[in-house]
C-alpha cells in the first residue's frame, strides 16, 4: 500500500472515530433533554387504576349509594372520592381533593347522564359522572392524588458530563493519532536509513552493494532510482578510471615518440660537431635528416596540443566561405606525390557547380590529416587507396572519406570516435585513440553530424548544415 494511501485512510479512522464519539454524546444528550417530556407524555396517559373507576362508574350501579365504599374503592386506585348534588359538596373524603377540583373549574352540572368524562391535566386526572339516584342528580368525581412532576437534567449540569466526554475523547483521539504516526514515521524509516546507510558507502567508495527495500511503492521507486545511481556512477568512475589510464597511456606513447627522434638528432648533431659529417653533401644530408625528424616532433607536439585544447574546449574556430570541393582538390593534389612514395594513391570527386559553404579551413585539413594517418595506421593492406567524395543537398553538404581497407568490426564501429578508443586492443599498431575523436569534435563544432560504416574498406561520412555556423 502507498503512503499517501496509508495517510489516507489514517485521517478517515480519526475522522470516524470522532463522529462516532460525537453522535454518542449528542444522542445521550438529547435523551437526557427528552426525558421531561416523555414523564409529561406518560402523565397524560390514563392508567390501569382509571380504567377501574371508569368501568365501575359504567357498570356497578350498587355502590352508587354507599359512597364510603366507593371512596374506599377510588383510594386504593390512588384517587379520592367527590359527591356534589345540587350545586353543593355532599361527600368529599378529602378536604385537598375537593379544593383542587374547585380550583380546577369543572362544571358542577355535567349534562350527561350516561357517559363518563375524563380530564387528563398536568399531574392530575380526573374522573367525573352524571348519576340520577332516586330522583336527584348526583355528580361523581374521582380525581386522583397529585404527581411529582419529574425533574430532568438541566443544560448547565449536562456541562460536566460533555467536557468530560469530549475531554476523553480528544484525548483518545490523540493517543490514537500518536499510534499511527509512529508506525507510520517508523514504516517511512526503514527505506530512508537504508539509503542514509547507502549514501555513506558511496561516499567511502563502496558502490557494490544495492539498495534491497520491498514495502511502499514511493520508496520503492525512489530505492530503485537511487541504484541506477549508484550504478551510473559506478560505471562513470569505471570509464573515468580508464579514461585517465588511456591518458597516460597516450602521454607516454607520445613522450616515447619524442625520445626517439630526439635521440636521433642529438646523434645527427653530434656527428656534424664531431666532423663525421665532414663533406657538404654529408653535412646536408644529415641536416636534411634533423630537419624531417624535427617535423615528426612537431606533428607529435600538435597532436598533444590539439587534444588539450579539445578537451579544454579552447579550440579555436573561424569560419569562412569558401567551395570545399576545390580546397579539397588542391589538398589532394598536395599529398598525391608524398603518399604516391608510401603506396597510397588518394583521389578526390567532387561534383560541379559546388556551391560556396561555411568552414573552418584549418580545422578542414586537420579532419583530412587525421582520417589520412588514421587510414594508413589502420587500413591493414599494403596497396591502400583512399577516396575523398563530396555531395550536396538543399541543405548540407556531404563528405565522405573511403578506403579499400580491412574496415573496422562491426561490434567496434560504435565507439571509433570515442576518445581513446582503439580497436587494437593489444596496441600492436601505433596510435593513441585520439586522432577519430578530434574529427568527430571537430564535425560537430561545425554543427554537423558523423558516422562511420563498412564498405569494401572503412567510410566516414561528414555532414555539414548549409549556412552560417553560430558558434
Do not use: W
Not at 435523551?31 to 380504567?51: G, I, M, P
Not at 569505471?238 to 613522450?255: C, F, L, N, P
Not at 579555436?316 to 603506396?343: M, Q, R
Amino acid at each position: 500500500m502507498s503512503i499517501k494511501n496509508k495517510i489516507f485512510r489514517s485521517n478517515i479512522l480519526i475522522m470516524g472515530i470522532s463522529l462516532v464519539f460525537l453522535l454518542i454524546v449528542v444522542i445521550f444528550s438529547t435523551n437526557l433533554f427528552l426525558k421531561d417530556n416523555n414523564n409529561e407524555t406518560d402523565d397524560k396517559s390514563v392508567d390501569s387504576d382509571a380504567e377501574n373507576i371508569i368501568y365501575m362508574f359504567e357498570h356497578n350501579i350498587s355502590f352508587y349509594n354507599d359512597f364510603n365504599t366507593l371512596s374506599k374503592i377510588c383510594q386504593n386506585g390512588g384517587y379520592s372520592l367527590i359527591v356534589n348534588s345540587g350545586g353543593e359538596n355532599i361527600f368529599s373524603d378529602s378536604e385537598d381533593a375537593l379544593e383542587r377540583l374547585r380550583a380546577l373549574n369543572i362544571p358542577d352540572n355535567l349534562n350527561i347522564m350516561r357517559n363518563t368524562i375524563i380530564y387528563t391535566l398536568p399531574q392530575t386526572t380526573v374522573i367525573a359522572r352524571n348519576i340520577d339516584i332516586n330522583g336527584v342528580m348526583h355528580s361523581f368525581y374521582a380525581i386522583s392524588e397529585p404527581k411529582e412532576k419529574t425533574k430532568g437534567i438541566s443544560f448547565a449540569e449536562i456541562i460536566p458530563f460533555v467536557v468530560i466526554v469530549g475531554f476523553f475523547t480528544i484525548f483518545a483521539l490523540l493517543v490514537l493519532n500518536r499510534f499511527l504516526t509512529k508506525k507510520l514515521v517508523d514504516e517511512i524509516m526503514i527505506p530512508i536509513n537504508q539509503l542514509n546507510y547507502a549514501a555513506m558507502r558511496i561516499s567511502i567508495n563502496n558502490l557494490d552493494v544495492p539498495v534491497v527495500y520491498t514495502g511502499e511503492e514511493e520508496f520503492e521507486r525512489v530505492c530503485k532510482t537511487f541504484n541506477k545511481m549508484q550504478e551510473a556512477i559506478k560505471e562513470n568512475r569505471s570509464k573515468m578510471i580508464a579514461y585517465e589510464q588511456s591518458r597516460t597511456d597516450m602521454v607516454t606513447g607520445i613522450s616515447h615518440d619524442l625520445r626517439t627522434p630526439l635521440t636521433s638528432i642529438k646523434g645527427y648533431v653530434k656527428g656534424i660537431l664531431d666532423g663525421v659529417a665532414d663533406t657538404p653533401q654529408k653535412r646536408n644530408e644529415y641536416l636534411s635528416i634533423i630537419y624531417s625528424t624535427a617535423e615528426e616532433m612537431n606533428v607529435l607536439l600538435d597532436k598533444l596540443f590539439t587534444f588539450s585544447k579539445v578537451e579544454t574546449g579552447k579550440m579555436p574556430f573561424k569560419f569562412i566561405s569558401f567551395n570545399i570541393g576545390e580546397y579539397i582538390e588542391k589538398y589532394v593534389a598536395e599529398k598525391e606525390n608524398v603518399l604516391l612514395d608510401k603506396g597510397i594513391k588518394i583521389a578526390a570527386f567532387i561534383p560541379p557547380r559546388l556551391s560556396d559553404n561555411m568552414y573552418d579551413i584549418d580545422q578542414i585539413k586537420r579532419i583530412l590529416d587525421n582520417l589520412v594517418e588514421n587510414t594508413i595506421k589502420y587500413a591493414g593492406k599494403d596497396d591502400i587507396k583512399i577516396g575523398i567524395y563530396v555531395s550536396e543537398t538543399d541543405k548540407s553538404q556531404v563528405i565522405m572519406f573511403s578506403d579499400n581497407g580491412l574496415g573496422v568490426e562491426e561490434e567496434k564501429l560504435p565507439y571509433i570516435f570515442t576518445r581513446f578508443y582503439r580497436c587494437d586492443e593489444a596496441r600492436t599498431t601505433e596510435g593513441n585513440g585520439v586522432g577519430l575523436y578530434v574529427v568527430k569534435y571537430i564535425v560537430e563544432a561545425h554543427k554537423g553530424k558523423i558516422s562511420a560504416i563498412n564498405d569494401n574498406g572503412l567510410k566516414i561520412i561528414m555532414e555539414f548544415p548549409k549556412g552560417e555556423v553560430q558558434t
